[in-house]
C-alpha cells in the first residue's frame, strides 16, 4: 500500500499515461496540474493531458458560480476545483473516475487496475451464458491482465473435497459460478503478476552513449531466398579432385518417341 502510495505521490501531468492514469483519483488530477501550472509543455500541449484524463475520468465544465450546481456534482460523486489552462483561462472542473461497472467498460488500460475481486463482481453483473458467451475481444482483454481457467460440473459435485474448486481457493484464485440447469460453470480468476521489462545492454567501443543502449537487431530470415532458389556459382576445375568427382551419364539428345520404340523391340526379342 506504501509503495502505492509512493508511486501516485511520483506521478505528474507529464508522466500520466492511459494506463497509470487509473491509478490516480480526483483528488491527484487537480494537484497535478496545479503542480504544472507554470510548465510551459503544458501549457502548448493541453490537449493531449486532456485526452489522457479523459481516458480514464469523466469531465464537466462548471460555466456557473452557482453553489448549488457545484453541490450537485459532488452529490454524484464529482470533485469540483480550478484548472488553470493558461495564463488567461482559468476554468472550473468537476471530475469523476469513470467506473467499471460492465465487461464493455473493460480496456488494455484499465483491465491491471482493478482486483480479481472487482472482475468477477462485474462478470456478474453481465454473465449469464458463462465465460463463452463474452466475445473474443473480451476475452483477449480480460486475459491480458488475469489468469482464467473453467470447469462445469453437476451441482452437488462442484464442491467435492480436494477437487479443482478447493484447490483453486487455496492458490488465490477467486471464483464466480454461474448456473447451468443442474450444473454449474465455475470461472476462476487471478491477477497475472507483472513482468519486468529486461533490457539487454552491450558494450561499445564506440564513445557515443546512445550506442551503449542499442537494440538487438534480429535477424530476417523470414524473406531469406530458399536454398533451392539460391544460384550456386559454377564449381572451379582447381577444386576438383579425385575424393569429390563424380560423372554423369550423357543420355544423348535424341529422340525420346525413337528410343521407347528401340526399348520395346528389345523387349520383344
Given amino acids: 500500500m506504501e509503495q502505492e502510495q509512493t508511486a501516485k505521490k511520483a506521478l505528474t501531468l507529464k ?15 487537480f494537484r497535478m496540474w496545479e503542480g504544472a501550472d507554470k ?4 501549457k502548448e500541449n493541453v490537449r493531449h493531458f486532456v485526452d489522457i484524463i479523459r481516458s480514464a475520468f469523466m469531465i464537466e465544465e462548471v460555466t456557473t458560480d452557482s453553489q448549488l450546481v457545484k453541490t450537485k456534482y459532488e452529490k454524484q460523486g464529482y470533485k469540483v476545483g480550478q484548472v488553470r489552462l493558461d495564463e488567461n483561462k482559468v476554468v472550473v472542473w468537476a471530475i469523476k473516475k469513470r467506473p467499471i461497472m460492465r465487461v464493455t467498460d473493460l480496456t488494455y488500460e484499465n483491465i491491471r487496475h482493478i482486483s480479481a475481486a472487482k472482475l468477477i ?16 475481444s473480451i476475452q483477449d482483454i480480460i486475459e491480458s491482465g488475469f489468469d482464467i481457467s473453467t470447469t462445469t460440473l453437476p451441482k452437488d459435485r462442484l464442491h467435492k473435497k480436494g477437487g479443482l474448486y478447493e484447490k483453486k481457493l487455496e492458490d488465490g484464485f477467486e471464483v464466480l459460478e454461474v ?17 519486468e521489462k529486461l533490457r539487454m545492454k552491450f558494450s561499445s567501443s564506440s564513445d557515443d552513449e546512445e550506442d ?6 534480429i535477424e530476417d530470415n523470414y524473406n531469406k531466398p530458399d536454398e ?16 569429390n568427382y ?24
Fill in 121 to 136: 463482481e462485474v462478470l456478474d453483473r453481465n454473465f449469464g451464458g458463462g465465460w463463452d458467451s463474452l466475445s473474443q
Fill in 179 to 195: 448456473a447451468k440447469g443442474t450444473w454449474v460453470e465455475a470461472i476462476f480468476a487471478k491477477a497475472k503478476p507483472e513482468k
Fill in 39 to 42: 510548465d510551459a509543455d503544458v
Fill in 15 to 29: 508522466t500520466l499515461t492511459k494506463s497509470n492514469v487509473w491509478d490516480v483519483q480526483e483528488n491527484d488530477i
Fill in 212 to 217: 551503449e543502449d542499442a537494440d538487438v537487431e
Fill in 246 to 269: 563424380s560423372t554423369m551419364m550423357d543420355l544423348g539428345s535424341g529422340d525420346p518417341d525413337e528410343e521407347v520404340e528401340n526399348l520395346a523391340e528389345y523387349g520383344e526379342d
Fill in 228 to 243: 533451392d532458389d539460391i544460384e550456386l556459382d559454377e564449381p572451379n576445375d582447381d577444386d576438383i579432385t579425385e575424393d
